[in-house]
């Protein structure tokens, strides 16, 4: 039985704006042949990452890589949990957002190389209404834009913040009820985010304190987002510093139930899922095993 590590790339050829590299030449260049053993497989439809993973999984693969953005990373992910492979990440999407909480490379050459001599930990799972996340899930605002940008033709950063700034003149917020750790609040919603990681990608942190292994989430309150404090917020995102900004409520917790008056869309990392009026979400400690980088 060889001693290589076994690794298989699972690539979504349609994820992210770069799409003209050649990932199967990139791996070829950059993995040691005498001390690594790959497979590439090609993902051809929405969901098959998962189905790709657990076989992966299954044939003995100790990394299973999701070559391309968050959605490919969650479906990646998914497939993973209850086994003993290790989730790895090539950054090949619009907002990177749990590669970079990471601190993988977005730089897919030395990504690769990172590969080749892992660290692994053990991180938390969320749930929403027992759908997987494993940077952030959300409801309300977050969760429009994500569908309206699905829809958009394009993407990238630019798409994304075009599509927020014309929403952003549409969107009401929307009454909910949550109740955590025995307490029920009344209040409105414009974002609710619960956090694992910190941040939603592209260096936006939702949650700038959040730990991946901690046992909680960190949840993100935005009841109203008037001119004002939507500056506040936008400046609170890209510097990192929301929390101190007095423009967003936070609590850490490791399940909360949500009710909503109305149907309300919610998003899991970054992709919309639908609409629901009852939310149940909860926090599985360290589910999952990931290879990761080493952090500056």
Do not use: W
């Amino acid at each position: 039985m060889s001693d290589k590590l076994r690794i298989c790339f699972l690539i979504n050829p349609n994820s992210g704006t770069n799409r003209r590299q050649d990932v199967p030449a990139l791996i070829a260049q950059h993995l040691p042949a005498d001390t690594v053993d790959y497979e590439v497989r090609l993902t051809q439809y929405a969901g098959h990452a998962v189905e790709l993973a657990r076989q992966a999984a299954e044939d003995g693969f100790r990394i299973v890589v999701a070559v391309g953005g968050d959605g490919t990373v969650n479906e990646v992910g998914r497939g993973l949990l209850g086994t003993r492979a290790a989730l790895g990440i090539l950054p090949r999407g619009s907002g990177n957002g749990l590669a970079r909480h990471l601190h993988v490379p977005l730089d897919l050459a030395a990504a690769i190389r990172q590969l080749a001599r892992p660290t692994f930990q053990r991180i938390d799972v969320g749930y929403i209404n027992e759908r997987p996340f494993f940077c952030t899930a959300g409801l309300g605002f977050d969760a429009h834009v994500s569908k309206c940008f699905a829809l958009a033709g394009t993407r990238g950063l630019g798409t994304y913040v075009q599509v927020a700034l014309r929403e952003y003149r549409r969107y009401r917020p929307t009454p909910i009820t949550v109740t955590m750790q025995g307490q029920t609040t009344n209040t409105d919603c414009y974002v609710l985010a619960f956090a694992n990681a910190a941040q939603y990608g592209n260096n936006a942190y939702i949650a700038p304190l959040a730990d991946i292994s901690d046992g909680l989430l960190d949840l993100c309150l935005i009841d109203a987002l008037p001119l004002l404090r939507a500056v506040r917020v936008s400046l609170g995102l890209a510097l990192g510093n929301l929390p101190a900004s007095g423009a967003a409520v936070y609590h850490t917790c490791s399940d909360v139930q949500v009710q909503a008056a109305r149907d309300l869309g919610f998003h899991v990392d970054g992709d919309y899922v639908g609409d629901a009026q009852a939310f149940d979400v909860k926090l599985e400690p360290l589910a999952l095993e990931v290879a990761v980088g080493v952090k500056k």
